[in-house]
């Protein structure tokens, strides 16, 4: 009966131990993925804005005074 008990403790520390190893590298996968996933959709609703919205002629205007004052 001891030595099941011994044995039994031993597996569960071999078992457990690469098992928590594990989900912590899963996890930190997942994050980064989530992370990377809210990153291009943020950016995904700026680049729809800018290409599907119709400007004003006085927007573009600015927008093109301002593009020439940064490469001057």
């Not at 009966?1 to 989900?23: D, E, G, Y």
């Not at 996933?37 to 600015?62: G, M, P, V, W, Y």
């Amino acid at each position: 009966m001891r030595n099941i008990l011994i044995t039994s403790v031993l597996q569960n520390l071999l078992f457990c131990i690469p098992k928590a190893a594990l989900l912590h590298g899963k996890s930190v996968g997942f994050a980064l993925q989530k992370s990377r996933f809210r990153n291009a959709k943020a950016q995904l609703s700026l680049f729809k804005r800018i290409i599907f919205t119709e400007l004003s002629r006085k927007a573009r205007t600015f927008l093109l005074r301002g593009c020439l004052k940064e490469y001057l």
